[in-house]
């Protein structure tokens, strides 16, 4: 049973552009929703997250816009670069429970 | 350096031979967890621990088994591994109270 539904699988884009994932979730009970990022042979690092008090959330390059109503959210790269290209996974989790993870969005940027 | 580390990082082993894959944090995280990463599917739970002698499964436990004797460590157990274990595992901490996880470097297992 996928809980958290990504897409897309893989991404082109070029350098300079944005970069857009999506994530779709069921359970209301979620209260935190976080981004992950994995480069090859690496494991996931925390890249940014938000609550569902907030619609949207910046740090950098990187912006999460939430849709409570609609129950989903999504990941923006803003300029994106090379150095971006990796996997993504977006994941919900409440009240300190278990993580349930997306499926992963391969993402490429080229040159 | 805070860091979660896991042992062996690549193993090839046959069907039927008991393997412990290791984790270990030097964070004084509470919260441990067990995932594995398979193409298509992301990262799926296997058994998290909530505290020493405290564990619990997660989405996919069955083939195996957790121990938490110590804080720092969260052993992982495979007693019959099969070919449909092959897959990358993570373990992750994180600190009771908080959603930051911390992820291990991965083990890469192949069950031939």
């Known amino acids: 049973q996928q809980q958290v539904k990504q897409s897309p699988q893989s991404l082109i884009v070029q350098k300079g552009g944005i970069s857009i994932i999506n994530c779709a979730y069921e359970n209301t009970a979620f209260d935190y929703f976080p981004w992950y990022q994995q480069f090859p042979g690496k494991g996931p690092a925390l890249l940014i997250a938000?609550?569902?008090?907030?619609s949207e959330k910046k740090e950098g390059r990187f912006t999460i816009s939430f849709n409570k109503s609609a129950k989903q959210f999504s990941l923006h790269i803003m300029d994106s670069q090379p150095g971006d290209s990796a996997t993504y996974f977006c994941a919900a989790t409440g009240g300190y429970q278990k993580v349930t993870f997306g499926t992963g969005t391969k993402l490429q940027v080229i040159p | 350096e805070a860091q979660v580390t896991q042992n062996p990082r690549y193993l090839i082993t046959v069907t039927g031979k008991k393997l412990t894959v290791t984790c270990s944090q030097n964070m004084n995280h509470e919260y441990m967890s067990w995932y594995r990463q398979d193409p298509g599917l992301g990262l799926r739970q296997i058994y998290y621990?909530?505290?020493?002698?405290?564990?619990d499964k997660g989405d996919v436990p069955e083939g195996y088994k957790v121990s938490r004797k110590e804080k720092r460590n969260f052993p992982l157990i495979l007693e019959s591994p099969s070919p449909n274990q092959t897959s990358l595992y993570f373990c992750?901490?994180?600190?009771?109270?908080?959603?930051?996880?911390?992820f291990g470097p991965g083990t890469r297992l192949t069950v031939l």
């Open positions: 621990s909530m505290n020493v002698e405290v564990t």
């Open positions: 992750a901490s994180r600190l009771a109270g908080s959603n930051e996880q911390f």
């Open positions: 938000i609550r569902p008090d907030v």
